[in-house]
């Protein structure tokens, strides 16, 4: 799991010869990003323009990306530095990324407040029954649902998030707002964390099981990594509490599947939220999709007014630094590497 920044390489002053950028930015935004490179040459290329980018590719040490980077940006000769303008680099985080020292840098966090409350949306809707009370409304039917004035709330109740970056520091608010205690789980020590009431870190030596089997609520909010991939699964789901919800707004492998739905099947948990999947789209026939105790949304999220402005802010505060020699934020390091599973 991530700290909100990660070192890239060492300290060292770097120079911007040429860059290639396939953003799909208005205009003055791309100028925005041509000067703050000056006086470096600047091309721009449309994300399906191949022929274009393959030429780019020839002489660039810095390219600005919309997706994920492929062979053709490992095999590239002088590249240097790659900033792919989103989230999650799961497809980028190659060994031979690192073979070839290429520093690779994302646009994480620029959606963080919306993905927080994303997952506040699952918690919410899953501890209030929303699917019955929306059943019952369209059935004109008053107080149908038994037992229901023996619910709790989100208040008094533990939240446990693993992934304490950006994303998690919005859950961790926003569980401080609904007056929940605060359990975070990171893979890098984080000293004070502001709205944690007890922080695990597993390059400390901390356990997550603390967080597995005291929160109410779990929100995954953490990279998939070989270290990630079926972090959850039969014996953490045997250690969760019989009422406590899982909701993953991180990547779909962080969960094993197959042993999420037996879980659910067989009330060992009482329910999940769910915006991401091992595959996507879901298919059909996943047992996911008719499980009374799911929440499912198909890893869309509503944005932020300032999300591509937050992206440019990182790009240009990143330039600023690749140039002085510091350290990146959002950079990749080899604890990042998913090897993709059979």
Known sequence: MNAPMAAAEPARAREICSVLATVPYEPAELDELRRAVAPARFIHCAPGDVEGINAALQEVDVAIIAGDLDDRFIAAPKLKWVHCDHSGLTK??????????????????????????????????????????????????????????????????????????????????LGKAFQMRVIAYNRSVIEDPKNVDLMLCSERGDAIDPLIEQSDVIMLATQLTDVTYHMFSGPQFSRMKNSALIINMARGPVIDEAALVAALESGEIAGAGLDVFSKEPLPNDSPLWDQPNVLLTPHMTPGLPDKRRRSINMILENISRYREGRSLLNALSQKDVFTPKA
């Open 92 to 173: 980028s985080a190659r060994p031979e990324v690192f073979e070839k020292g290429l520093v690779v840098t994302g646009s994480a966090g620029r959606s963080a407040a919306a993905l927080a409350q994303h997952a506040f949306y699952f918690a919410l809707a899953l501890t209030y029954d929303a699917k019955q009370l929306i059943a019952k409304q369209a059935e004109h039917a008053w107080r149908a649902i038994p037992n229901y004035e023996n619910k709790l709330g989100l208040a008094g109740k533990t939240l446990g998030i693993v992934g304490y970056g950006q994303t998690g520091i919005e859950m961790a608010a």
